[in-house]
């Protein structure tokens, strides 16, 4: 299937967005609001509200694939920790830097609400809209309120109590205030349960909200919910469980046969087991206005999906390798941890569970054979290459001396792993990049894929005391990521369908994909578990990191100011 970007709105036409919780002053806040009331009206067209609806989907690209909400989803948990490089180490070490002037947190809560507000413009707008087939409105209505729950739920996991707008605004305002978690959660569940009407099955309009994109969320949601003391109801794992297996057993979705296909790039990105996904491209104008972290040429802001970037060790100085297209361009933001290495994808493990070798990048091929230093593997002193040669590899295991030194290449093994040299994570390199140098990325970046359904599936079950019951869904993930013939060895009993599994098979399954901060969170571990594997957070870490700080711009320009949009704990 072809993939067909849903394309943002103009430069013109994104002043509908236009909101006091931007970062830009008052004065030209005012100076925009002609422009914004233009657009109001032009969203209550048939052309205009199709145009606010594509402008609320471009909004993703400012979340997903970006080095910020990375740094804020990835970073300072128990699997990964900071590498050589990068501006936010400081977010992993937990320092007090982390306050209520960072920029990161900043863009992500104005990025959000800009979202939001052009959402609630396309929604007030809706009824009196003429010209527009019924039926599509409805569904248009009902990606709308998806993606406002979406976006809520991203607030309030990472800020918890945060404004409720439901109204457009087109004037800037001082009166805001800080809703209680229950009543935003309550907002999320009553969009999300209303959209599941005018929603349709998984259809060849790629890109699209569907009715399993919507129960899937609905599932996280729940999970989610349950375990916030504010918010939390008695039937909220049941809920999470139901809406799962309906993911499961009512669409057309199914696991790929293999891990590492999941995140084959270009034809094989739109397949049975993507729910949902931010849709990225390779033409640069489709990702104009999109945002910060981007590229820009003459006048044109580039933007692309990032996360190629972070996660890649320094191979490109090392001997025998320059900098190629296939390998990327590490920046060396992500370094996994030895908890991640060495527990979550145990050595003892690997002859049956084929994903530490299709998650990790364990082989460079010389590229640069006349390079013949620097050498790193201490069983040698000098090397040798012809092009196409292996020149490092990465075995994942301790080697002795010996053993090293009968091979014609560096041979990385965890005693020698640094901040620049560390394995890999693979599923995000993207080989279609133009140049070396390159960094607008067109692969997209997967939000919902149905592997996750499965543990969701599962862990609402093990939530409920229903181990037993939890173990198909557990065993269909890792089946799928067996080696062939070890299919059998791969499966669990109900003794092993434990919570503890469950959080080492999330990240087994979805290593690096924005998960792991918020999943500490809801379980109630993200300070013990950063104490416990990560030894660059662990000496700063207190109990108010779960939450992160409001940003200083809103309070201060609320009316009453910290009284009336106090900020959390601890910042």
Known sequence: MKKTLILPLSRSMLAVSALLFSTTGCKDLLQEVPVSQVSSQYANTATG?????????ASLREYYGRESAMTLTVFGTDTYTMGADGAYKFVNQYTSQIN???????????????AINTINVGLEAAPSITGLDETLKKRRIAELKFLRAHHYFLLVQTF?????????????????SRAPIKDIYAQIVSDLESSLTDLTPPTTDYGRVTKGA??????????????DKDAAAADDFVKAGTYAQNVIKNYSYSLLPDFASVFAQGGGEINSEVIFATQYTSEPLTDIGNGFNSTTTNTVTINGNQTHLYFGMEYDVQAGMQRDIANGRPFKRFRPTDYMLNVVFAQKDRDNDSRYKKTFKDTWLSNNPSKT????????????????????FIPGYEMSVADRAKRRYQV???????????????????????????????????????????????????????????????????????WPGKTTAMEITAAQATMEFIMEEREREMAGEMHRWFDLKRWGILIERVKAYNPDGAPNIKDFHVLRPIPQDQIDRTAGGPTAYPQNPGY
């Open 49 to 57: 509200f199709e145009a606010v609806v594509k402008a609320a989907y």
């Open 100 to 114: 209520p002037q960072l920029d990161i947190t900043r863009d992500t809560w104005n990025a959000l609400y800009r």
């Open 160 to 176: 918890g109590s945060v404004s409720l707008l439901t109204k457009g605004n087109l004037v800037p305002s001082k009166e805001y």
């Open 214 to 227: 919507a129960e899937h969320l609905l599932a996280r949601v729940y999970l989610t919910k349950a375990t």
């Open 373 to 392: 230093t620097p050498i790193f593997d201490n069983s040698k002193t000098s090397l040798k290459f012809t092009a196409g040669d292996t020149a490092i």
């Open 412 to 482: 990385l093994v965890p005693s020698l792993y640094r901040p620049n040299l560390f394995p890999t994570l693979q599923k995000f390199l993207d080989p279609l990049r133009p140049n070396v140098s390159y960094e607008p990325g067109s692969r997209d970046f997967i939000m919902f894929r149905l592997a996750e359904t499965y543990l969701i599936a599962a862990e609402a079950l093990i939530k409920q005391g229903k181990a037993a019951d939890a173990v198909p869904f557990i065993n269909a993930v890792r089946r799928r990521a067996a």
